[in-house]
């Protein structure tokens, strides 16, 4: 049994406390790291997370009188109480906004849902780059699905909480995250063309080859992050313009050359465009190796991957370096930071036999730097969103 399935009978403990009465069921979904394929999703490239074992579970019933009331375990302030029919874009930024976007989005293209009564607990942390917020909208999705026996595909779902994202809490995610929560699989990581949508389950067995993967939460969000973010994605915008194509997933690593040269003026544009079209590279890298059971041969690819992101998208921090030049100086296959970037999470590929070295040295190197302890767990290829009971 995973912890999500021993959490459920809390949950629905938690539930019966608050609203008063069972649940009609259960629901959980999961957080993610990336694991190659970095800022490439609005550039209509190549992403790879997998979920991890941490999830946001939902116990839930459906109401006919078309209120829908909100409580987490995670969040302060009691239950949430609105109206289905009263929800507007973007609502205030709290943590209701992602849920109730979720039944904003599904009305919005004329899905019969209504009232419900939702309870959230979570095992994933928030705000570390592991995507808690497309957890809680994707199970929340999930649950109404059930609820209300919409039928809708996992992909499909995630598409509507994705939209709820943007259009109701008024953040510009990719497909990313909401895909990750819906379509994962134990064992896997999931390749997914953000152009077209269409995805693959890789096989990324970690125990059975003797690896590990470490997940390094250094605590750290520089505030840089959101300004940052749109200026990336507009500077992408501005070299694919340039170069005339409609995405930089358009441009082949054998054409990189004669693109940078295409772009002589304009350095800043330059390393952007050479991150993404080199990033998507790395990706299918990846994914030629593990099909061929290569999993070790991945390491260089993420150190690669988090020099790229570093030097030139510029969105890396000393503590993301640290994790990173540490881990590698202590023996690690390979490591990067995941995410967006200016702090979150790193992922470190390890031998089993290292990881516990490696994990030591990143928290002392943590503390002689004087940064905040960094968490570090290990991330095993999970499932993703699914009916708990
Ligand atoms: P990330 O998705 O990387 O964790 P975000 O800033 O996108 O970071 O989302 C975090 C926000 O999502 C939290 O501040 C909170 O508003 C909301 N959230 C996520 N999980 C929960 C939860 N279980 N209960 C209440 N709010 C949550
Ligand atoms: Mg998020």
């Known amino acids: ?27 959980a979904a999961p957080g993610r790291v990336n694991l190659i394929g970095e800022h490439t ?3 209509d490239g190549f992403v790879m997370p997998l979920a991890l074992p941490h999830t946001t579970l939902a116990a839930a019933s459906a109401r006919t009188d078309g209120v829908l009331r909100l409580h987490s375990g995670g969040a302060a302030g009691g239950i949430v109480e609105l109206r289905v029919d009263d929800l507007r874009p973007v609502a205030p930024a709290r943590w209701a906004a992602y849920p109730a976007g979720v039944v904003w989005a599904m009305r ?15 095992t994933v942390p928030t705000g570390a780059g592991l995507s808690s917020s497309a957890a809680l909208e994707v199970v929340t999705a999930l649950a109404l699905d059930a609820l209300y026996a919409l039928g809708r595909t ?7 909480t994705q939209r709820a994202e ?28 953000t152009r077209d949508l269409s995805h693959r389950q890789v096989p990324f067995d970690l125990p059975g080859e003797g690896l590990r993967l470490l997940v390094v939460d250094t605590r ?16 992408c915008e501005r070299g694919a313009r340039a170069l005339g194509v409609r995405a930089l997933r358009d441009i082949s690593l054998a054409h990189l050359p004669e693109a940078l040269n295409k772009l002589a003026g304009d350095a800043v544009v330059q390393s952007l465009v050479r991150h993404i079209v080199t990033e998507n590279h790395r990706v299918e890298e990846v994914i030629a190796h593990l099909d061929a059971g290569r999993t070790r041969a991945i390491g260089p690819l993420l150190t ?13 921090c000393a503590e993301l370096d640290l994790a990173v030049d540490t881990a590698n100086a202590a023996g690690a296959v390979g490591a990067r930071m995941t995410g967006g970037g200016f702090g979150g999470s790193a992922i470190v590929l390890v031998e089993e036999a290292d990881a516990q070295t490696v994990s030591t040295a990143i928290t002392e190197d943590f503390a002689a730097a004087g940064h905040l302890t960094p968490r570090v767990f290990t991330a095993v290829p999970s499932a993703g969103a699914r009916r708990v009971r």
């Open 1 to 27: 049994m995973t912890d999500t399935e021993h959490g459920a009978p809390r949950t629905a403990a938690a539930f019966r406390e608050v609203y008063g009465a069972e649940p009609t069921g259960i629901w």
């Open 41 to 43: 999703d609005y550039n």
């Open 304 to 316: 690669a991957g988090h020099a790229s992101l570093r030097d030139d998208f510029a969105v890396s």
């Open 166 to 193: 943007n259009a109701f809490v008024g953040v510009p995610v990719g497909i990313m995250d909401q895909t990750a929560a819906a379509c994962c699989t134990e064992g896997h990581a999931l390749f997914l063309d």
């Open 108 to 122: 919005e293209v004329g899905l019969p849902v209504g009232g419900a009564d939702l309870h959230y607990d979570s």
């Open 154 to 160: 996992p992909q499909e779902l995630a598409r509507l």
């Open 220 to 235: 750290v969000k520089h505030e840089l992050g959101d300004g940052a973010y749109a200026e990336r994605r507009a500077g």
